[in-house]
C-alpha cells in the first residue's frame, strides 16, 4: 500500500524533495477500525499550513510519517459495528491508499445520493465553509453586495452562488485567469468578474463595484484584503476564511495599509475555521443538496488519477491549476 511521506518541511514552495510516495505493509485495523480502500483523495490549500512546523490549529505533520486528509473509500476490512465491508465512508485518512480508521472517526456515505467526490467538495468541508463563512461569520443578508476572491475555487465559487440564491443584490468575484472570469459570469451567475492578474485589484474592484460592498469573503488575502476595505460599506463584513496568496512566504506580509477604514465604515473583520461549524452540516446538506440535484449550484471538480500524482494535484492548488474543487482518483 503506498502513502505519501513528508520528509522535510518546506521553506517558500514545496519542492518534491520535500516529499516521498513510501510503500508500505497493508494496514491492519485493530477493534472498532475499519480498513478502508481510497477511492478519492482530497488535497487542501490548508495542507500547506501541516507541513510547517508552526502550532496551529491542527498538529503538523509528522516527519516521515504518512499524511492525512479527508479522502473517501470503500470498507474492505470491517471490525467495527454498523460499518459493513462494502460500505463507503468519509474519513481522514487520505494521502494513501489504504486506511486503517476509526469506526467512529468514519462517516457513511451514499454513493447513490450523490457522487462519491462530492464529499469532498460541494456537499463537504469546502461547501460548509462557503455556507458557514458567508451566512454565520459574514452575517450575510438579502441586498449585500458581495465580494469573494479565490472565486473560481472550491470555497469560493460556492460563496457566490450561495450569495445569488439567497437574494445578493450583486456577485462579484475575482480569479486567476480570463477563462475563470468567464466562467464565473456564465455558468455560476456572477454579475461581475475580473482577473486579479491583469491590473490592481483596488482599481478593478472599484470599477466593478461602484457603490461598494457590504461583504467580503477573504480566501486570498494581501492586496486583495486591502481593496476589499477600500471598497467597503458602512457595516460591512469582511470574513477572512484564508490567504492562500501568503502561504508560500517566508516573511511575514504586510498588513492592509487602510485598516483605520474600517473606524468610520463601523466595519468588522473576522476569522472563522469550518471546524467550529459543523452543527449548521445537516442545514447546509438540507439547504444546498437540492440546488446541487438541480443545478441551480453548479460545480465543477479538477480531477487528477493515481496516489503517485497526489502531491502534483496539492501543488496544483497553490499554483491555481485546479477549477472549482481539486480532487485526486485513485
Ligand atoms: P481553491 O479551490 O480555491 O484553490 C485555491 C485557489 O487559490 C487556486 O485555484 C488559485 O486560483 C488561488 N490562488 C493561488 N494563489 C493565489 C494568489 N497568490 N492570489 C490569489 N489567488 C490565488 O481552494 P479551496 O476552495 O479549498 O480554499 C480556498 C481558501 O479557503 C484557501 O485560502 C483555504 O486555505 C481556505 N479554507 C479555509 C477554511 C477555514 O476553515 N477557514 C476551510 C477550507 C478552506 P486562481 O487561478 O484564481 O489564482
Redesign the pocket.
Known amino acids: 500500500s503506498r502513502e505519501w511521506h513528508l520528509l522535510s518541511r518546506p521553506v517558500g514552495w514545496p519542492k518534491p524533495e520535500d516529499f516521498a510516495l513510501v510503500e508500505a505493509p497493508l494496514p491492519q485495523p485493530g477493534e472498532g477500525q475499519v480498513l478502508v480502500r481510497n477511492e478519492y483523495l482530497s488535497v487542501?490549500?490548508?495542507m500547506r499550513g501541516r507541513m510547517s512546523s508552526a502550532r496551529s490549529y491542527v498538529a503538523p505533520y509528522e516527519l516521515n510519517k504518512a499524511m492525512q486528509g479527508g479522502a473517501v473509500g470503500r470498507v474492505v476490512v470491517s471490525d467495527a459495528e454498523g460499518v459493513a465491508v462494502g460500505d463507503h465512508v468519509l474519513h481522514f485518512g487520505g494521502w494513501r491508499e489504504y486506511a486503517a480508521v476509526d469506526a467512529g472517526h468514519a462517516v457513511k456515505v451514499d454513493p447513490e445520493a450523490a457522487p462519491l467526490s462530492t464529499y469532498l467538495g460541494v456537499l463537504g468541508?469546502?461547501g460548509l465553509?462557503a455556507y458557514a463563512?458567508l451566512l454565520r461569520t459574514a452575517s450575510f443578508k438579502e441586498g449585500d453586495v458581495v465580494f469573494v476572491?479565490?472565486?473560481?475555487?472550491?470555497?469560493?465559487?460556492q460563496v457566490g452562488q450561495l450569495a445569488r440564491l439567497k437574494g445578493a443584490s450583486r456577485v462579484i468575484g475575482?480569479?486567476?485567469?480570463d477563462e475563470?472570469v468567464k466562467l464565473l459570469l456564465e455558468e455560476y451567475g456572477f454579475d461581475a468578474a475580473f482577473n486579479?492578474?491583469s491590473g490592481p485589484v483596488s482599481e478593478q474592484l472599484r470599477a466593478v463595484a461602484p457603490d461598494g460592498i457590504d461583504v467580503y469573503f477573504d480566501?486570498?488575502?494581501?492586496d486583495?484584503l486591502e481593496a476589499a476595505i477600500g471598497s467597503l460599506n458602512q457595516g460591512g463584513r469582511i470574513a477572512?476564511?484564508?490567504?492562500?496568496?501568503v502561504?508560500n512566504n517566508t516573511e511575514p506580509a504586510p498588513g492592509p495599509r487602510n485598516l483605520a477604514r474600517l473606524i468610520q465604515t463601523r466595519g468588522r473583520i473576522e476569522?472563522?475555521?469550518?471546524?467550529d461549524h459543523y452543527d449548521l452540516q445537516p442545514q447546509f446538506v438540507r439547504e444546498v443538496g437540492p440546488w446541487v440535484r438541480s443545478g441551480e449550484l453548479k460545480y465543477r471538480e479538477t480531477v487528477v488519477e493515481g496516489v503517485e500524482n497526489t502531491l502534483e494535484a496539492f501543488l496544483g492548488?497553490?499554483?491555481?491549476?485546479?477549477?472549482?474543487?481539486?480532487i485526486v482518483k485513485l
Not at 476572491?149 to 465559487?157: E, F, I, K
Not at 475575482?174 to 485567469?177: M, N, P, Q, V
Not at 477572512?240 to 496568496?245: E, N, R
Not at 476569522?271 to 471546524?275: D, P, R, T
Open positions: 487542501d490549500p490548508y468541508m469546502t465553509t463563512g476572491s479565490g472565486a473560481a475555487g472550491a470555497v469560493g465559487s475575482s480569479a486567476g485567469s475563470k486579479y492578474k480566501n486570498v488575502g494581501g486583495h477572512i476564511c484564508g490567504m492562500i496568496s502561504y476569522g472563522f475555521l469550518v471546524g492548488v497553490l499554483r491555481g491549476d485546479n477549477t472549482g474543487k481539486m
